[in-house]
Every structure is written in C-alpha cells, then in structure tokens.
C-alpha cells in the first residue's frame, strides 16, 4: 500500500486539502506553530497495567522524575494517564485517577505543558485546576460538560474518535469504505459543540491506539492504522491540528518493538499530523529533525 502510486493518487484525489491550514495557540504559555513545526507528546503511564513498561512510573516521584526527562529529550506536552487501556487491565476510579495524578501533575505543570487523559468530569477539573493545559479526552458522554470545565480554565482539549463511552466500553469498530470521510463528520460535530462552549485549543485525534475487537488482527490493524495516518491531512480542512498516537504493530516488529513508533512517524508525518503521542520520544525527535519539522 505504501507506494509512489498510492501517495500520488491520494494527492490527486484531495488537492483541496493539502494546503489547508489549521490554528495556531498556545499551552501554558508556549507557542505553538503548527504552519511551520510538528511537535512532539511524551508519555507517563501511572497504571501498572499499561504494556509499554518504558512509560510505567510507580510513584509520582519517578513520574515526576520521567516528565523532566521527557521534556529534555524533546517532549514539548507531557501526556499522563492513570487507567490502561487495555480491554483486561483494571479500571480506575476517579479518585484513585486524581489522587495519583494530581500531585505529578502539579510537580510538572511549572516546567512543561501537561495533558491528562481521562474521561471523567471531575478528574478532569482537579486536573486542570492543578496546572494541566491540556485534556486528553477518550470518552463520549457528558461531552459538553468536558468542555465547559476545558472553556473555564482556559485550556485545550484532544476531541479522540471514540465508538463507544469511553476508550474502555469499545468493542467493535464500525468499518466503513472511508474511515477518514466518517472521522471527518465526527470531529466536525464535536468542534462545533467545542467551540460553542468557548473552547480555541483543539486537537482532534483518530483513535487509532484503542483496542476494538475486530482490529486485533494484525494485518487488518496496521494497515486501517497506515490509510489514517496518510489519509490524516484531509482532517486538517476542519482548521484543528490532528494528534495521533503512534501504534507498535508488535507482531510484525517483535523484539524491535521500540522501533516501531518511529516508522510509524514517518507515515504520520506524510499525512501532516501536527501533535505526535509517543512513548519514544528520542528516536521520534530524530524522525522530526531528519524531515526538518522539529523545533526544540
């Protein structure tokens, strides 16, 4: 599928979209220009249970400790998450997701731009009123209530393509023809609902980490993973900045898995996918620096 052929024909068919151009705004204070740079968003997995151990902190002080790292490698948002995703992994009540994240939270939103992910309301306003620029939004339900938490602290938000509550009630994804083109209506009704809630900090985020039944195919998987990320800059006429987590594709990378994120780099930024999640943010930077798109 990757091929000369496929990228010129992709070209052909949507022209109108390859030179739209999306908003710029600022987190905490830090310009971000996404006419000229692609930024970068390093992981903290507080959950014991999330399989990228390299991300794992068992205590704030190592997540504390983690964030700093990550943002002298590189990192320009620090992402942090209290509740796996994985279909078997616990689920984490809000308390127990602010009590862990709060204090990490507070340690790091002085030095760096910090996103939480979560989809509970009142998470999401200790969160944010603990210093978090950003939400890291994997639910659908009581949307607008999100926001107008997101609106009141003057921060961002990253609408994600969900099928489902939350990213832990997916099961199958509905497949169809052109995913991007669903995606698409999707995201337009959510930044609508955003900006009427006086959101001007979207990011708009296709979901493809979350684990749907019928995605768990390999093949099927990485290549419904490589169309979106090729396909992503049709997003961009929407006028928001598209993040996208970059996947792992273990079964083919196997021992090498470290190294999948940085392949799958490349095919985001072909698509022109603005904010990169990654949990390896070193070999990720260097794609960014190698393609000329990285400002430190």
């Known amino acids: 599928m990757l091929s000369l052929n496929y990228l010129h024909d992709l070209y052909e068919r949507h022209q109108d979209a390859i030179k739209a151009e999306v908003r710029s705004f600022d987190l905490n204070n830090v310009k971000f220009d996404f006419q000229q740079n692609r930024y970068l968003m390093g992981v903290i997995n507080l959950s014991t249970q999330s399989w990228y151990r390299e991300s794992v902190s068992l205590s704030a002080d190592s997540a504390i400790e983690r964030g700093y790292l990550l943002k002298a490698q590189g990192a320009h948002i620090v992402d942090i998450g209290a509740e796996s995703t994985l279909d078997h992994a616990l689920r984490i009540g809000a308390g127990d997701q602010q009590s862990a994240l709060i204090p990490v939270v507070q340690a790091l939103a002085q030095h760096v731009p910090v996103s939480i ?96 039944r019928n995605l768990q195919d390999s093949a099927k998987r990485v290549q419904y993973q490589m169309e979106t990320f090729l396909n992503t800059f049709r997003l961009r006429k929407l006028g928001w900045p598209t993040c996208h987590a970059l996947p792992h594709a273990f079964d083919y990378f196997k021992e090498e898995v470290r190294c999948a994120e940085s392949f799958m780099a490349v095919l985001a930024l072909l698509g022109k996918t603005d904010l990169l999640r990654t949990h390896e943010v070193p070999k990720v930077r260097a794609v960014l620096e190698t393609m000329g798109v990285f400002k430190n």
């Open 117 to 212: 992910e979560t989809y509970h309301p009142e998470v999401t306003q200790q969160g944010l009123k603990a210093g978090a620029a950003l939400l890291n939004l994997t639910g659908t339900t009581q949307i607008e209530e999100h926001l107008r938490i997101v609106a009141e602290h003057d921060a961002g938000v990253i609408i994600c393509f969900v099928q489902g509550a939350n990213v832990r009630e997916v099961q199958d994804l509905t497949l169809e023809t052109d995913m991007v083109g669903v995606m698409y209506e999707y995201f337009a009704r959510r930044i609508e609902m955003a900006e009427k809630c006086g959101v001007h900090k979207i990011f708009i985020d296709p979901g493809l980490g979350f684990y749907y």
